[in-house]
């Protein structure tokens, strides 16, 4: 463990937007007066009616969370019409494509422009308030001016990552009965195309299956591809919205009213539909955007998320558009065409901030310096960490080579359903340690507790929970509040549990260690274990399968299987292959297992449950740490479990 402390606060380019002592007070205040605090950061974007109460939270009973809840704001006018007059003319979205030859600027105004036509596209289509639309999209300024044309007109998105596959975009239009879908004929990721277009086709088939009709599909055309078409059905969107009007009023939308659904995996069952709102979410998206990133006006700002995950929604489109920021939107990978693409993208649009995930960070430090290095990288002034805990190693690189040890590390944690960072540095406030996410934001109160939710003071371990509400929490899983309630507000009662462990040193700092429920997070993509071994045991070969995460150099996580199979199948390296494309199929590429290992059987207690705990053990090659195994129906299983371990090192 790093004990080393960074002061970058004296040598760094942050322009310190708070110091510390500012820090301390603001935090103060905002613990203190939640009222007040909030009442007064709400301001930060416009209103049509201001609101008069300000926080109006329940952890307890029915849990109910409301922030601002008798104003009425759009998420679109915040995000564009209210920039208009001073900065119409300055770029809003800056894109570079897959290809480095490919890239286009979008002003405020354009993007006006882009999105009132859209919307009224929608319209036209019957796209009504409350409605769910359906995003699934390459990385491309219409996914942004997708999800803005449905804040103005107050339809509900839900935005699929384009890496999942036909099942599990059906999956997610079922769930929320969603029947506008917008799509491209195909993405381009690092030279390769992906048929997103022939995958909605397939996943409207098997919604169909399941009762929901998708009525119209709006399809982007980004590579020209050869395409099925249904003419009743598609609609081509260059035609649309070239014929569409140019002016939408923005609805005047109440602060709760919902915003989008952005999908997720928890330790069990299938993926929850997130839910947030509208007036909270976009206040805590733009303040920690400013804040976090020590965002100052003109600056260029990049995060290389997608905009299928939530990092893409709050720190891609609205909280940097709600700030009148230069966004930029990076369609390709870290790699392609070589490992020096990302800093070569930074010298070329000159980007300020940057933002992007510890497995990007670990890849590209595997292959090399050089990369890096031929590179200028003058304009970076802050680097920001997200989605998984960042290794001190990789931390110390970021900081050293990429920023050349001028550039402090805002390493941010929060989740799907926080809406926005919860623990960070500021820049210019907070003292840098190499893998903590260091302090609270204003008005974020973390808890650490053990398994039988005693408080822990001090220096200490537990469980991460947050005590109080803060406007970018979400508000219910969509169409299912009583597993909002079981699983975040049931296990530790009052608190909001966060699934993740994390320790407190003695200077409060918090290290985030990782999910202490069924959840793995490989290459920061987050998945349940349940749903991959769903996917395997719908195989015909498999009759049982338990998957545990296991440390992976790159990926942070990597996926391991054990699988018990019927009567009369070979475990052997054909089978493998074909259980991994049977993942891929089932859920996305995303979810490939990593190691297979075949087993007669699994280590299970005499009630029939699964014990993990060695699972997880064998798979990180730390047998001889077993712990109890005496509780164990059949404990002559570890033996052949042991033995025939997938993952020596
Ligand atoms: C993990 C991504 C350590 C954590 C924004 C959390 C992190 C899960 C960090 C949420 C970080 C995210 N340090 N761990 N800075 N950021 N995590 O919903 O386990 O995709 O619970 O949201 O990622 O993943 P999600």
């Keep these: 463990m790093s004990q080393k402390t960074y002061n970058i606060l004296k040598d760094a380019k942050s322009r310190a937007l708070i110091d510390d002592e500012t820090y301390q007070k603001w935090y103060k205040q905002s613990i203190k007066d939640p009222e007040k605090f909030w009442g007064k950061h709400g301001k930060r974007i416009d209103w049509f009616k201001p609101y008069t109460k300000v926080k109006n939270t329940s952890f307890t009973g029915k849990v109910a969370i409301k922030w601002f809840e008798d104003g009425l704001t759009n998420v679109s006018y915040n995000c564009i019409d209210r920039h208009l007059d001073k900065r119409g003319d300055q770029v809003a979205i800056i894109w570079e494509g897959d290809n480095p030859y490919d890239d286009k600027k979008i002003t405020y105004r354009e993007l006006y422009d882009q999105v009132c036509r859209l919307a009224n596209v929608m319209k036209s289509n019957g796209v009504k308030k409350g409605d769910r639309v359906t995003i699934y999209m390459p990385m491309i300024p219409e996914a942004a001016y997708a999800m803005l044309a449905c804040t103005r007109i107050g339809a509900i998105h ?110 069990t069952g299938k993926p929850k539909g997130v839910l947030h709102t509208t007036g909270g979410y976009l206040v805590y998206a733009s303040m920690t955007h400013e804040y976090v990133f020590d965002y100052h006006e003109g600056d260029i700002y990049w995060c290389t998320a997608d905009v299928g995950w939530v990092t893409g929604h709050s720190y891609i489109v609205y909280g940097p558009l709600a700030n009148g920021a230069t966004t930029l939107m990076f369609e390709g990978v870290p790699n392609y065409p070589s490992p020096s693409r990302f800093w070569d993208v930074v010298d070329k649009h000159q980007v300020n901030i940057f933002y992007t995930a510890p497995t990007a960070i670990r890849a590209l430090m595997g292959a090399g310096d050089d990369h890096v290095t031929k590179t200028s990288r003058k304009s970076l002034r802050t680097l920001g960490s997200v989605g998984e805990p960042i290794n001190p190693e990789a931390w110390e690189w970021y900081y050293n080579v990429v920023g050349g040890k001028k550039c402090p590390i805002v390493d941010t944690w929060w989740q799907t359903e926080t809406g926005g960072i919860l623990i960070t540095p ?137 699988i018990t199979l019927m009567e009369g199948q070979e475990g052997d390296d054909t089978l493998r292959k074909a259980l991994v494309a049977h993942v891929r199929h089932e859920i996305g590429p995303i979810a490939s297992p990593d190691k297979i290992q075949f087993s007669p059987g699994l280590p299970k207690t005499r009630s029939g449950k699964i014990m993990r705990r060695i699972l997880r053990k064998i798979a990180e090659d730390e047998f001889s740490a077993l712990g109890d195994t005496s509780t164990l129906a059949d404990p002559g299983v570890v033996d052949d479990l042991i033995a025939n371990r997938q993952n020596k090192k």
Excluded at 232 to 259: G, S
Excluded at 432 to 453: E, H, I, M
Aim: proline share 4%; with cysteine; aromatic share 10%.
């Design 426 to 562: 500021l820049p210019g406030a907070t003292k840098l340690k190499p893998g903590s996410a260091t302090r609270p934001f204003f008005g974020v109160q973390p808890q650490l507790v053990d398994n039988d939710g005693d408080v822990l003071a001090g220096t200490t371990e537990g469980n991460l929970c947050i005590t109080d509400s803060w406007p970018g929490q979400m508000r219910t899983v969509y169409g299912d509040h009583e597993r909002f309630i079981q699983t975040y507000f049931s296990t530790y009662k009052g608190k909001y549990f966060t699934g993740d462990g994390c320790r407190r040193d003695e200077d409060g700092y918090y290290w985030i260690t990782g999910r202490v429920d069924d959840v793995i997070n490989v290459s920061g993509h987050r998945m349940g274990t349940a749903e991959v071994e769903s996917a395997l045991v719908s195989h015909d070969a498999v009759s049982e399968a338990a998957v545990v995460g296991y440390p992976h150099d790159v990926k942070g996580q990597g996926i391991y299987c054990y």
């Design 158 to 267: 839900s935005i699929v990552f384009g890496g999942f596959s036909p099942d599990a975009l059906a999956g997610r239009i079922v769930d929320c009965e969603s029947t506008f879908v917008i799509t491209a004929d195909e993405g381009l990721r690092g030279g390769k195309k992906v048929p997103l277009k022939h995958n909605t086709d397939l996943a409207i088939e098997i919604a169909q299956r399941n009762d929901v009709t998708v009525k119209n599909v709006l399809v982007v055309q980004r590579t020209a591809g050869k395409v099925e078409w249904f003419a009743d059905r598609d609609i081509w969107y260059h035609e649309a919205v070239a014929a569409a009007k140019p002016d939408c009023k923005p609805a005047k939308m109440k602060a709760e009213d919902p915003l989008f659904i952005l999908y997720t995996s928890g330790s």
